[in-house]
């Protein structure tokens, strides 16, 4: 069952979890694995966003959903899953995409307030998976971006993802579901412009995509558990 994926010619449908519905490594994923066959369905938190990457990835003849989503609440987490249902029969691979703003600070005089916010990734993605009841051949995935300076909080919240998918891999080897991460570095993206850095170059969204898709497909049957780093010249964590 694992030797399954996206490059069957039977169609494969991906609910994908956009961080931003215009732009960004999530939507570069969910086109490309369009590209590749896939139905996407495309969330984000606000409907301008959803409504933008449809009519974008629709305009170039791809087969696309989409159908807002606040991943930290349940309702919303249902409704996504439920929209892939409606239009899909099911789901084939999950990818977890959405975030929050990067907050710029010392780890220690974080508030408690801040640590709640920024737990929300780690928190939320389990249930994300957890209420997808994915069958046997799906794909869960998780998008970790890398540690960077002065943003000590996020990155906490972001490494938790590193232990949730090697747990996850093992839970869910036997029903025949694979669990992998992509831990990105500086990727161009309107999130980075916070972390003005001085690199040969910036990454670009569509070398993380490739990534996924290859991981959804046959190809990547026996990977799983698995962090896998796309970062250049980044520091390594």
Known sequence: PLSQGLNQSQPRVLQTSLMAGDGGIGFAIARR???????????????????????????????????????GKA???????????????????LVCVAGVNPLVGSTLGAS?????????????????????????????????PFPFQKLGVYNTSKTALLGL?????????????????????IIKTDFIQVLCSLLFRFGEPEECAGIV??????????ITGENIVVAGYSPKL
């Open 33 to 71: 694995l369009a590209q590749d066959g896939a139905h996407v369905v495309v969330s984000s938190r606000k409907q301008q966003n959803v409504d933008r990457a449809v009519a974008v990835l629709q305009g170039e003849g791809l087969s696309v959903t989409g159908t807002v989503c606040h991943v």
């Open 112 to 144: 408690e307030q801040v640590w709640n916010k920024v737990s929300l990734r780690p928190r939320a993605t389990a249930p994300a998976v957890q209420i997808t009841f994915p069958p046997p051949n799906s794909s869960p995935f998780c998008l970790l």
């Open 75 to 93: 309702k919303d987490r249902e409704r996504l899953v439920a929209t892939a249902l409606e239009h899909c029969g099911g789901v084939d691979f």
């Open 165 to 185: 998918c090697k747990s996850l891999a093992v839970e869910l080897a036997p029903k025949g579901i694979r669990v992998n991460c992509l831990v990105p570095g």
């Open 213 to 222: 898709s290859f991981l959804c497909s046959s190809d990547a049957s026996y």
